[in-house]
T-cell receptor, first 114, second 116 residues
Framework: SVLLYQKPNRDICQSGTSLKIQCVADSQVVSMFWYQQFQEQSLMLMATANEGSEATYESGFTKDKFPISRPNLTFSTLTVNNARPGDSSIYFC???????????FGPGTRLTVL | GDSVTQTEGPVTVSESESLIINCTYSATSIAYPNLFWYVRYPGEGLQLLLKVITAGQKGSSRGFEATYNKETTSFHLQKASVQESDSAVYYCALGETGFASALTFGSGTKVIPCLP
């Protein structure tokens, strides 16, 4: 399996500011994924991040708003630019280990934008 | 696109009674998706409960089981006797065949066991 750590666990920020969410894996992984979850709703895939290439974004998510970096095989950063109250949600990173069909998830970062 | 529909919660069930959470999927681009149930217990992270990657097979874990039914495109989660410790939110999800991929999730079903 893969253990994923996220930092921070939670954050409160003002509208218009930017914040970074870090995801670290305990082993090298090919793909990392970022999800957004609003209260009591489904997890929505935001983007796929592979080392050495630009992240691939799903419909409704843009790199200007949510730039993602993937500098190496154990690390990824999601930035939320120009944060708005509508961005208040939980953000998860996930990945799978070699030979696993399932995804393993980080604990999530709860963001509140005032 | 792909989608997953599951029982809306919350679902209240008496302890020792049976539980079923319905899950149906639509996989327009995947002939044989991998199917998963994830669970989030209070104060904990999202973790895999069970998975089935072959149509017709059944997965089981912690007293829960689910059968991959390709004909009805369903993957219902069942437990014969619910316990207090089963209080959690359960998510049905699908992924691409054969290799790890991003998942499409249902909206989650909160299960609340109560004293009989």
């Amino acid at each position: 399996s893969v253990l994923l750590y996220q930092k921070p666990n939670r954050d409160i920020c003002q509208s218009g500011t930017s914040l970074k969410i870090q995801c670290v894996a305990d082993s090298q992984v090919v793909s990392m994924f970022w999800y957004q979850q609003f209260q009591e709703q489904s997890l929505m895939l935001m983007a796929t991040a592979n080392e050495g290439s630009e992240a691939t974004y799903e419909s409704g998510f843009t790199k200007d708003k949510f730039p993602i970096s993937r500098p190496n095989l154990t690390f990824s950063t999601l930035t939320v630019n120009n944060a708005r109250p509508g961005d208040s949600s939980i953000y998860f990173c996930s990945s799978s280990g070699t030979g696993y069909a399932e995804q393993f998830f980080g604990p999530g970062t709860r963001l509140t934008v005032l | 696109g792909d989608s997953v529909t599951q029982t809306e919660g919350p679902v209240t069930v008496s302890e020792s009674e049976s539980l079923i959470i319905n899950c149906t999927y639509s996989a327009t681009s995947i002939a044989y998706p991998n199917l998963f149930w994830y669970v989030r217990y209070p104060g904990e992270g999202l973790q895999l409960l069970l998975k089935v990657i072959t149509a017709g097979q059944k997965g089981s874990s912690r007293g829960f089981e689910a059968t991959y039914n390709k004909e009805t495109t369903s993957f219902h989660l069942q437990k014969a006797s619910v316990q207090e410790s089963d209080s959690a939110v359960y998510y049905c999800a699908l992924g691409e065949t054969g290799f790890a991929s991003a998942l499409t999730f249902g909206s989650g079903t909160k299960v609340i066991p109560c004293l009989p």
